[in-house]
Each structure stands twice: as structure tokens, then as C-alpha cells.
Antibody
Framework: QVQLQESGPGLVKPSETLSLTCRVSSYSISSGYYWGWIRQPPGKGLEWIGSIYHSGNTYYSPSLKSRVAMSVDTSKNQFSLNLSSVTAADTAVYFC???????????????????WGQGTLVTVSS | QTVVTQEPSFSVSPGGTVTLTCGLSSGSVSTSYYASWYQQTPGQAPRTLIYSTNIRSSGVPDRFSGSILGNKAALTITGAQADDESDYYCVLYMGSGISVFGGGTKLTVL
């Protein structure tokens, strides 16, 4: 059973950078799959932030692209999220998840999430 | 900007059938969007129910089914149970690695 666990500071000051790590167990990141971040502000819906492959290839949400950077550390079997210039609007529970691709021939036609971490609350406040 | 639409709330009687939908603010949803569906109870991580429009994730009971109805993706729950009371989210794949979540539907079983 693939397991994911988020970690990082629970409190970040406005204008600073939010940094989170997702450690993966029972599956080697280097074996494949994209890995993603999703967030959920208190009382609101889910929002996809971005995804990364073990090679370092990334996809980011257009609405967050200017502030997001993701990285992967295959030696530690983990991947990370950096979100810069945070404001109170970035207060949310942040989830990491595995993101399988759907192939038709040699073309990726879809992606979804199958395994999820439990989430970690990050509050942006001075 | 593309908006994925879902009913904000829905209610169903125990044992009843309910269909939740997932549409687009502009245009129609087809199988080409490879819709996926997730169930979330308060304080918990989402649980994957359906992917690629109609494929049930491992361990998901066959009471849950996915389809395309008209111009929307749909999640149908037959024989609703009390523990189906949750928030349900759809995700559409927009291509180029981009996925968009719908706003979610709060399902009440009463």
C-alpha cells in the first residue's frame, strides 16, 4: 500500500515562502508516476497546485504558476512544494497525492489521483 | 478561465439513487476529459472513487458508478447509505498536464 506523508511548518508569515515535503513509502518515486500537490482552504473546495515527475518535469496550475516551484529528491523518496509570496489566502490544508497518467498509444490523455496523504494545515499569519 | 461546475448540495433518502453532475462553464464534458471523482468526509483526505469517466478505483463498491449524461460527467450512487454523506468532487483533465477541480457537492442522506 502506497503511503504519503506531508510535513512542514504549520505557520508561515505573509510574504514569505511556504515549504512542504511529501515522503512516499512502499513505492519508489523513481519507478514512475507523477506526484502532485492539492490544497483546500478552510471550509472550501479542493484546488490542484501542480505535479512533478521523478525526472523533474513539472506541471503547474496556471493561477499559481508564478509562485510555485516543485522539486523531487529520489534518494529520499520525497518531493517538495515551495509557494512564494504567501498571503492569508494561501491558508489551507495541503495534500500530496500520486497522479497516474492515462495513455492512449504514446499520448497522455488523462491524469487522476489515486493515493493521498492525510494533509497538513498551513496557516499564513504574522 | 475554465470553471468546472457541480451542484453545491444534494440530498437523497437512504436506499435511494442520486446522480451528481460535473459540467463546464463553457462547453460540454465528454469522455475526452477523463473525469475522476473523489469522496471526502470532514477532516479526512479525499478518497478516489472513479477515474477515466467510469472505472471504479480499487475497493470502491459497485453502488458508485460514473458516466457521461448529456453534456456532463456524472456520478451515480445507488442504494445510498448513511456513510455516503460526504462532499464529492470531480476533476476534469484539460490537457497539457492541467487538471481542474469542481467546486464540490455536499451530499446529505436523510
Amino acid at each position: 500500500q502506497v503511503q504519503l506523508q506531508e510535513s512542514g511548518p504549520g505557520l508561515v508569515k505573509p510574504s514569505e515562502t511556504l515549504s512542504l515535503t511529501c515522503r512516499v513509502s512502499s513505492y519508489s518515486i523513481s519507478s514512475g508516476y507523477y506526484w502532485g500537490w492539492i490544497r483546500q482552504p478552510p471550509g472550501k473546495g479542493l484546488e490542484w497546485i501542480g505535479s512533478i515527475y521523478h525526472s523533474g518535469n513539472t506541471y503547474y496550475s496556471p493561477s499559481l504558476k508564478s509562485r510555485v516551484a516543485m522539486s523531487v529528491d529520489t534518494s529520499k523518496n520525497q518531493f517538495s512544494l515551495n509557494l512564494s509570496s504567501v498571503t492569508a489566502a494561501d491558508t489551507a490544508v495541503y495534500f500530496c497525492a500520486r497522479r497516474p497518467q492515462i495513455w492512449v498509444g504514446a499520448t497522455v490523455v488523462g491524469q487522476y489521483f489515486d493515493y493521498w496523504g492525510q494533509g497538513t494545515l498551513v496557516t499564513v499569519s504574522s | 478561465q475554465t470553471v468546472v461546475t457541480q451542484e453545491p448540495s444534494f440530498s437523497v433518502s437512504p436506499g435511494g439513487t442520486v446522480t451528481l453532475t460535473c459540467g463546464l462553464s463553457s462547453g460540454s464534458v465528454s469522455t475526452s476529459y477523463y473525469a475522476s471523482w473523489y469522496q471526502q468526509t470532514p477532516g479526512q483526505a479525499p478518497r478516489t472513487l472513479i477515474y477515466s469517466t467510469n472505472i471504479r478505483s480499487s475497493g470502491v463498491p459497485d453502488r458508485f458508478s460514473g458516466s457521461i449524461l448529456g453534456n456532463k460527467a456524472a456520478l451515480t450512487i445507488t442504494g445510498a447509505q448513511a456513510d455516503d454523506e460526504s462532499d464529492y468532487y470531480c476533476v476534469l483533465y484539460m490537457g497539457s498536464g492541467i487538471s481542474v477541480f469542481g467546486g464540490g457537492t455536499k451530499l446529505t442522506v436523510l
